[in-house]
Structure formats: structure tokens, C-alpha cells
């Protein structure tokens, strides 16, 4: 195909990746798509190491990475002490999620020495990158040859616009409404990611029917031609084929690679993720603290019970549901039924769409197989 996207990032179909799985990533890139490696948790250290995997393993051909890095860089000795952190989280909270636990046959007691310790981890993450180490995460990114950055919160500070130019490299960021797709605009990014309200993760409550044609229209009415990914609910080609017709130059999609043979995706919650409906997920504050869909289970369901506590701001609320939820991910791989039970992960609404696992190439090939007959769809029924 040619088009902005494909033009712009060296690509052969305008499909691009989101995945916090490498492997995702390099079969993704090497089947004509771009994967966009979810960086946002690694330490320069392990994003060395993962970038220089997925260099060995995409054939050459262009892949990306999604990471965050705050306008304001910190720096060392000015973050809160993380004894502080996690002092500040209330014992309500963590009652809570003792109680779920309990409920489920999950012993509570015997699992709060490894929930504390991810707790722990969690806080030391949160402080590296406020200490600093966002200006070392680009100084790695940078090293090798990615094809786009990705700010996943916000809009990408200075540094990582000169750095992106310098570079040759395109710079994205995701938004959820018009406004912030204006802001963006404003502040010189080069690609648009409209996630709408479908997607897994954090998300707005915009359909994305709605909002890839409210931006489109926007980007035209000012004369800019700034391209823009459609991003929420999109599981096949038939649905990029929609956007794109509305204006988008191609698709963003996360969740569809969850259930892939690659996916490092709890196989409990896959298969979940493959019998689930458009319904089974929720979108709720309870995770982090902010608006994300997940797959419904007996833990959101009690988050969104009467008499459950109020979500803490992020990232409090994420040291809190977090932590227990990693536990859940582990036992539910042995013989816990309650476990099993509890698991859930982010995910969209396209999980109602996907049915089946695959490979990564298949599911890119699919893709493009359900685009074009989609496109000859709509020839048809203008006579062509």
C-alpha cells in the first residue's frame, strides 16, 4: 500500500503493533506491519537488551517503541522517599484486596510477602524514572535503529522532538479527544494515535467511530495533514478498512496480539480473552487510578461493588491492585482455582472478535486479506 503512514515509517501495510512482547514486535515488523515495542516499564539496562533482540530478530524491517518520559525530569533526591509511597497507601485499600483474595481461596497471608516485594519493585520503577533515568532510556532508544517513538502519557517533551528530528525518527503520541489532538498538532508531533473508548488499557470514552472522523475533520479544517492512526476496538481489517475511510491513514492496535501464539499473555487469561464476548470487559479506575478497560472478573466486579473503597490517585491505586494481581497471574498457573478465577488483564472490546489463536504473521495476514475484501465490499455496492 502506499500511503502518509506507510510513506513516513517504510511499511508495507499501515498496521502497527503495540505489544509488550518482543517477539510480537519482530514477527509483526518482519510480516510488513510495524511492531511498537511497550517499553514504558524497562530500565535502560533491559531496554538494551530488548532492542537489541528485536535488531537481531526483525530482518531489517522497521519496528518501533512506546515508552514514557515526563517534560519534567527529576532529578536525584527530589522524588518522594519511597518508604513514604508506600506508607501513604491506606490499610483500607489493602484490606481489600485481602479480602478478594480470601474470598477466592487465595491465601492472603501467605501471599503478602510477594505481593510487598512487587510493591516494592513497583516504587523503585516509579522512582528511577522520576530520578533520571528517562534522559538514559533515550540515549539507549536512540542508539538503535527504531522508526518511530511513541510518548504514551502526554504530550513528548522537547527533548524527545530534537532527539526524533536529529534522528530522522517520527514521533507519535496517543489522544482521546480532538482537544488533545490539537495540543499535539500544536506542540510538532508527526503521527496522531486516536484511541477510542473501545480500547483496552487507558482509554477515554469516545467511541472510536466517533472520534477518528471528529480528528480527520479537524486536521483538515486547518489545513494540516499531521497523519492519524485509528486506535480502539479494531481486531480486523474490515474495521481498519472502516477508519480509513474515515480518514485514518492506518490502524493501532494492542489487544489482538494478546492472544497470539507469541504473546507472553498468562495462557489462564488467554484463554479467557479467546471465549470472551464484546462484554465481558469494564472500564474503571480500580487498576490504576485512571479510566482503563479490562477483562471483567470477580476482582473488578468487587472494585465496582457497593461498599468498595474509592480508586486512589495513579499511582497509588496501581501499588495497590497491582501487586495482588501479579500473585493472581503467578498461582493462577498452578492448581488455584480461585486464582484462575480472579485473573484478568487490559484488554478492549475487540476481544469479542478474537476467537482463535494465531501467530502473529497470521493475524497480520489476516489483516490484509479482510481489508481488501472489504474494500471490494464497497466497490460492489458502487457498481465498480
Known amino acids: 500500500m502506499t500511503n502518509k503512514i506507510c510513506d513516513l515509517l517504510g511499511i508495507e501495510f499501515p498496521l502497527l503493533a503495540f505489544s509488550h512482547c518482543r517477539d510480537v514486535v519482530a514477527a509483526v515488523s518482519r510480516a510488513g506491519g510495524m511492531g511498537v515495542f511497550g517499553g514504558v ?51 483500607e485499600h489493602k484490606q481489600f484486596t485481602n479480602e478478594i483474595l480470601e474470598r477466592h481461596g487465595v491465601d492472603s497471608e501467605r501471599s503478602a510477602g510477594d505481593i510487598e516485594a512487587v510493591r516494592l519493585e513497583q516504587v523503585a520503577s516509579t522512582e528511577n524514572l522520576r530520578g533520571g533515568t528517562a534522559a538514559a532510556i ?19 517533551p522537547q527533548v524527545m522532538l530534537d532527539l526524533g528530528q536529529k534522528h530522522n525518527v517520527p514521533v507519535a503520541a496517543l489522544v482521546g479527544t480532538k482537544e488533545h489532538a ?9 503521527i496522531i494515535v486516536a484511541v477510542g473508548g ?20 479537524m486536521l483538515d479544517a486547518i489545513g494540516d495533514d499531521t497523519p492519524v492512526l485509528a486506535a480502539g476496538g479494531i481486531a480486523t481489517g474490515a474495521q481498519m478498512a472502516a477508519t480509513m475511510a474515515m480518514g485514518a491513514s492506518g490502524a493501532w492496535c494492542g489487544s489482538v496480539w494478546l492472544t497470539t501464539a507469541e504473546a507472553e499473555t498468562n495462557p489462564v ?3 479467557k480473552m479467546l471465549a470472551a464476548s464484546s462484554r465481558d470487559t469494564v472500564r474503571a479506575r480500580s487498576r490504576t487510578g485512571k479510566p482503563s478497560r479490562q477483562l471483567r472478573s470477580p476482582w473488578t466486579d468487587a472494585w465496582q461493588a457497593e461498599g468498595a473503597p474509592s480508586a486512589l490517585p495513579m499511582p497509588l491505586q496501581s501499588l495497590v491492585a497491582e501487586p495482588p494481581l501479579r500473585v493472581i497471574d503467578k498461582l493462577s498457573q498452578g492448581d488455584n482455582q480461585g486464582a484462575k478465577d480472579l485473573a484478568t488483564y487490559w484488554v478492549g472490546q475487540g476481544v469479542g472478535l478474537m476467537n482463535e489463536q494465531m501467530t502473529a504473521g497470521q493475524v497480520v495476514q489476516g489483516f490484509k486479506e479482510d481489508f481488501i475484501t472489504a474494500y471490494e465490499r464497497l466497490a460492489t455496492n458502487l457498481g465498480e
Open 138 to 156: 533515550l540515549e539507549v532508544a536512540f542508539r538503535h535503529p527504531i522508526g518511530l517513538v511513541a510518548n504514551a502519557l502526554g504530550i513528548p
Open 269 to 271: 487469561v488467554k484463554e
Open 41 to 91: 516499564n524497562c530500565s535502560p539496562e533491559m531496554l538494551e537488551e530488548e532492542l537489541s533482540w528485536i535488531d537481531a530478530h526483525v530482518d531489517g524491517k522497521p519496528y518501533g517503541l512506546d515508552i514514557i518520559v515526563p517534560n519534567k525530569v527529576e532529578g536525584k533526591g527530589e522524588s518522594p522517599d519511597p518508604e513514604a509511597v508506600l506508607a501513604s497507601i491506606p490499610e
Open 198 to 217: 473501545e480500547a483496552g488499557g487507558h482509554t477515554g470514552d469516545i467511541s472510536t467511530l466517533v472520534l477518528i472522523p471528529e480528528i480527520c475533520n
Open 182 to 190: 490539537m495540543t499535539q498538532v500544536a506542540a510538532g508531533v508527526d
